[in-house]
């Protein structure tokens, strides 16, 4: 502890004199080639924080570590790199593969890509998708053009050579323009020295691929045996000098990019975290899938294609082969299950039976498939517990609900959401025993849109109140009334873990004249009541809060507001 805290002073010290350095850009010639390689990170981050995409692109170029990651999880507050300086960042690791200084290997985009939009003018994972598969095509073409242009100043050179210089100099001259070309043929015959600066960076290329081609070989020879398939990705990857990891977003109009960048084979190789594909059919997302490296994809999220239970069934087969898949995410995919289509049971059955090889699932998100009733069918073939399973709008079935409450996902749940599924008395003694199965370890709910009024709450609330564990419990758009909000905000300030309540605003804020029980869609879209005064309810919440003392559980009626990711 004690030593902990001087270290700290020290670090926002150098960022505060970093943020110095990188102010005024046109002193960067002066200082870049004395920095030591502990400040390349901080002064990056300032150059991100202060928007300098041109120091970005000068640190980056002769980056002197191995791996650079940037993105990762942002503290609240903190902004994503601007877009030009992420562009700084891209153009910069192309040059960099000619750069003797820079001995980046690894390039770790994953996380830093959120939707587009946003304070900064961030870039979205849209286009930074876009654009990082058109840096590896031209990292590729650019290899090409070098060595073309070094072939033909070799025999430019040779030629004079051979006219003035003996037949033995001229043998290890033709070598050395071997290895430059990535000629294996390994030379031990003596070698010319550079030739001008040009040629002292081109050697130094050479000598820096040819090290990641022996640490390749040493690691595919020590590493274990793999499958056949990643025996030949160790074998293409010989000539990748930075490998890219980063989150890939795939639509319809970037599909054909994205295919030709992971189909090349190049100085860059591009690998995938996580994947989000949307409106692309099944045989694109096959396609995609066949050419993704197997190791690192951590999850899949495919978004409004009509794959059908036939075209999910299909693809599971393909998902097995990622062995460190832990999440799969489909939302709006058209899994209508309609008994009375032919070969809708064979459909299922392959289904169920495909997630039975999705070894590292613990995440399993399915938004308004239609599968009502199904849910046994699917999870109780995946072999391993989930921790996270969202299950909103699916028109949860009772025997759906009965399943869950007494599946093998219960006691290992951390987050569930049940928002928009109808609850009923007839449901909520299973959901009841689920929150009681879960009560160690959940700790995210969401049970938004679920037709909870003050009487189902009642029955819900010893439940729920047991849930020791939970940070964050999200009840909007049920029709409460004031009583009903009390009663739960009194069961709220008894949770020690809890740290985030989003409540429904009362059925007396509306204007008169909604139905009995509202649907959902009606509690969004009514008009509240103007004359009443909405913050008595939010002061009348907030007393039970003071007079309980927490002061560390924040409350919304906002749905914009809420977000339990940034519960810690
Ligand atoms: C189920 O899987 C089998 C074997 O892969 C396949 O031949 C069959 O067409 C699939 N059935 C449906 C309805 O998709």
Redesign the pocket.
């Known amino acids: 502890m004690l030593e902990a805290r001087p270290a700290q002073m020290v670090l926002s010290l150098v960022s505060l004199c970093a943020r110095e350095v990188v102010s005024d850009h046109s002193s960067s010639p002066n200082w870049l080639r004395w920095v030591p390689r502990e400040l390349y990170r901080p002064l990056l981050e300032a150059s991100f924080a202060g928007c300098r995409p041109l120091t970005v692109g000068e640190l980056v170029q002769r980056w002197p570590e191995r791996t650079l990651r940037v993105g990762g999880r942002r503290r609240r507050g903190q902004t994503a790199p601007n877009r030009l300086c992420i562009q700084g960042l891209l153009l910069a690791v192309v040059r960099g593969l000619s750069d003797a200084r820079s001995l980046l290997h690894v390039l770790d985009l994953g996380g830093l890509q959120g939707d587009e939009g946003g304070m900064g003018d961030p870039m979205g994972g849209w286009s930074l998708t876009v654009a990082l598969c058109t840096m590896v095509v031209q990292a590729r073409a650019g290899t090409r053009r070098a060595q073309k242009k070094e072939g033909d100043r070799e025999r430019k050179r040779f030629s004079v050579l051979e006219r003035e210089r003996d037949p033995k100099r001229e043998r290890g001259l033709r070598k050395r323009g071997k290895e430059l070309n990535g000629d294996e043929t390994s030379s031990n015959g003596e070698r010319t020295g550079p030739s001008g600066p040009a040629g002292e960076e081109e050697l130094n290329t050479g000598v820096r691929r040819r090290m990641e081609i022996d640490r390749k070989r040493e690691t595919a020879v020590t590493g274990s045996g793999g499958s056949k398939k990643e025996a030949e990705e160790k074998e293409v990857d010989s000539d990748v000098l930075v490998h890219v990891r980063a989150d890939l977003f795939v639509n319809a109009r970037s599909w054909e990019r994205v295919r030709t960048a992971l189909s090349a084979s190049g100085p860059l190789k591009l690998q995938c975290r996580y994947l989000r594909v949307e409106e692309i059919s099944v045989s694109s997302i096959r396609t995609l899938l066949d050419l993704l490296p197997r190791t690192g994809l951590l999850g899949i999220d495919v978004r409004y294609s009509s794959l059908g239970v ?1 075209g999910l ?2 693809l599971l087969p393909l998902l097995s082969n990622f062995p460190a898949l832990s999440s799969l995410r489909l939302h709006y995919c058209n899994l209508d299950f309609r008994r009375d289509l032919a ?1 809708q049971e ?2 299922l059955r ?1 289904l169920s039976q495909g997630l039975t090889h999705l070894r590292e699932l613990r995440r399993l998100s399915l938004t308004a498939l239609r599968l009502p009733g199904q849910l046994r069918v699917l999870l109780s073939s995946l072999p391993q517990p989930l921790e996270i399973l969202e299950l909103p709008y699916l028109s949860l079935s009772p025997a759906d609900l009965a399943y869950l409450s007494c599946s093998h996902h219960v006691s290992t749940l951390q987050q569930l959401d049940l928002s928009e599924n109808r609850l009923d008395e007839h449901t909520l003694p299973s959901v009841c025993r689920l929150l009681s199965q879960a009560s160690s370890s959940l700790q995210h709910l969401c049970l938004s849109g679920c037709g909870l009024t003050d009487g189902l709450l009642g029955l819900l609330l010893p439940s729920l109140g047991g849930c020791f564990a939970l940070k964050s419990l999200a009840l909007a758009l049920n029709p409460l009334s004031m009583a009903g909000l009390m009663d739960l905000m009194r069961m709220a300030v008894r949770m020690p873990s809890l740290r985030q309540l989003l409540y429904p605003t009362p059925l007396e804020d509306y204007q008169p004249g909604l139905p009995d029980l509202p649907s959902s869609a009606q509690l969004l879209d009514w008009p509240l009541d103007e004359s009443t005064d909405i913050s008595m309810t939010s002061c009348q919440l907030n007393r039970v809060l003071k007079d309980s003392g927490r002061s560390d559980l924040f409350l919304t009626c906002d749905l914009l507001n809420y977000d339990k990711d940034l519960v810690e």
């Open positions: 036939a069934a299909e070969g064979e459909a392959n």
